[in-house]
């Protein structure tokens, strides 16, 4: 008996005969499909946010009317050389940063916070600040995408508070190699170089290439601290979506 078993089992199926396979099988054969596609999804997520493009929302208004609060963008890092992750190694950079390119970086005080600002000056370049005017190598800038919020312009003068002197007026310097100096377009009410100092090029991520989605909401909302003032704001988003995402901003390029 136990040989007509065996030998049942080990012959071939006869065309059109239908073959009982163990429930078990199929449901281990579906399972372990099922793992590979979400394996492959994984990778590529992970192998795109990590060399092709990542996604970041903008919470301050430091580069108003440029880039609004609660822009959110896709930035391209292959040009410029992506991190291999969990290492210090990078591929070489395809793109050289010039002045006038809007970049976003990890800010040097804290590498965990992401910031967007405009290159002002390179390498070998020197940068001053008189008057919130722009002087690189001497020569005044043309920028006709700065916004100044403030009406009053202060001198450098010792009885003027630190904060204001040296946002209006900054002493010049030359950018060494490896870093370069960055501004924000709301000049009066950003947080930038004047105040930190240089941005090296290693902190470099990318550069914004366009808006997926912009979401009408004010600074503190976006920085919501805790987990309360965090749901509290996604419970608003739901209920505003509609009337306030700004659809006329979506898929703006930069």
Do not use: C
């Not at 099988?25 to 192998?47: D, G, H, Q």
């Not at 904060?163 to 930038?192: C, E, K, Q, V, W």
């Amino acid at each position: 008996m136990e040989d007509s078993i065996q030998e049942a089992a080990e012959t071939p199926a006869a065309p059109g005969e239908v073959v009982a396979v163990p429930p078990s099988a199929t449901w281990k054969r579906v399972l372990w499909e099922n793992v590979k596609s979400l394996l492959f999804v994984l990778i590529a997520v992970f192998f795109i946010r990590s060399f092709v493009i990542e996604a970041t929302v903008v919470p301050t208004g430091s580069m108003e009317r440029t880039i609004l609060i609660g822009d959110h963008l896709f930035l391209s890092k292959l040009l410029y050389g992506p991190r291999i992750p969990f290492t210090d190694l990078r591929f070489p950079a395809l793109k050289s940063i010039h002045r006038g390119d809007i970049v976003a970086f990890r800010f040097p005080l804290d590498p965990s916070l992401t910031y967007v600002k405009r290159v002002i000056a390179v390498p070998g370049e020197t940068v001053q600040i008189r008057r919130k005017q722009v002087f690189v190598d001497g020569v005044r800038l043309d920028e006709p995408y700065v916004v100044h919020s403030d009406s009053q312009t202060y001198g450098d003068h010792d009885f003027i508070p630190a904060d204001l002197r040296l946002r209006d007026n900054m002493a010049s310097i030359t950018i060494p190699p490896g870093y370069f100096f960055a501004l924000g377009d709301n000049r009066d009410l950003s947080y930038d170089s004047r105040f930190w100092g240089l941005v090296p090029l290693d902190n470099i991520v990318g550069e914004p290439l366009f808006v997926f989605w912009s979401y009408d909401a004010p600074t503190q909302a976006w920085l919501s601290p805790g987990v309360e003032g965090k749901l509290k704001f996604y419970s608003s988003v739901l209920l505003h979506f509609f009337d306030r995402t700004r659809w006329n901003r979506t898929g703006k390029l930069f």
